[in-house]
């Protein structure tokens, strides 16, 4: 009985190599043919195609870093009237059409909010529990809550509440929700278009900007 299964196993691995080698193709037996000829069909001048020396990959490196940039677009939040004026003063010396300042409202903004903490060391500490129960935080962007964090921003307490609640089932016990900005009134900086010629100007707006930062347009 023993030399019988030792005979149909060594048969069947036979015939499996057969098989998997594609022996058995002239009878209609075989694995699938794993073969894609339509991708080389679809290849546009693989002639062309040739790995570059070291030097000469350098060469068209810095040949790229040496191309012009594309314009971008930059935006300030909203400005008082107390910045306006001295923003005015640099901006006129731009050339026309390069600037402009927009009527703008800002929502508040609300968070569900940890701290104040006693120091550095603390919110690393909270970082840490927050990251073994799977909590994501973000860094605050009003500097008089710091120190402290972030567990999420909203356009309106109700909603902030909502997800307070549902962290509150996930073990977070200390956090509170607090408005980090109110409703904003004012105009706002726009650069549409921000070339190679303009980025070296940009830093004269640094010092106008009382902390405003200049950043991409939605």
Not at 107 to 120: C, D, E, L, S, T
Not at 185 to 201: E, N
């Amino acid at each position: 009985m023993l030399r019988l299964i030792v005979l149909l196993l060594l048969l069947a691995n036979a015939g499996f190599f057969a098989w998997s080698q594609g022996l058995l193709q002239p009878w209609g037996l075989g694995p699938a043919q794993q073969s894609e000829p339509q991708r080389l069909l679809q290849q546009v001048r693989p002639e062309a195609v040739r790995v570059l020396p070291l030097e000469e990959l350098r060469q068209a490196e810095q040949l790229a870093a040496q191309a012009p940039r594309p314009p971008e677009c930059l935006q300030t939040a909203a400005l008082d009237d107390a910045q306006i004026a001295p923003l005015r003063s640099v901006l006129d010396t731009w050339p026309a059409g390069t600037w402009a300042l927009d009527p703008v409202t800002e929502p508040g903004r609300w968070i569900i909010y940890m701290g104040k903490y006693a120091g550095v060391e603390q919110v690393a500490r909270k970082r840490a529990e927050l990251r073994q129960i799977g909590i994501s935080f973000e860094a605050l962007t009003n500097p008089e809550l710091e120190p402290g964090l972030s567990l999420g921003s909203f356009p309106n307490e109700a909603a902030a509440t909502v997800q307070l609640n549902a962290l509150a089932e996930r073990g977070v016990r200390t956090a509170r929700v607090v408005q980090e900005r109110p409703e904003q009134r004012g105009q706002r900086l726009l650069l549409p278009a921000v070339d190679d010629s303009l980025r070296p100007r940009v830093p004269e707006l640094t010092g106008v900007l009382a902390g405003k930062t200049l950043r991409p347009c939605r």
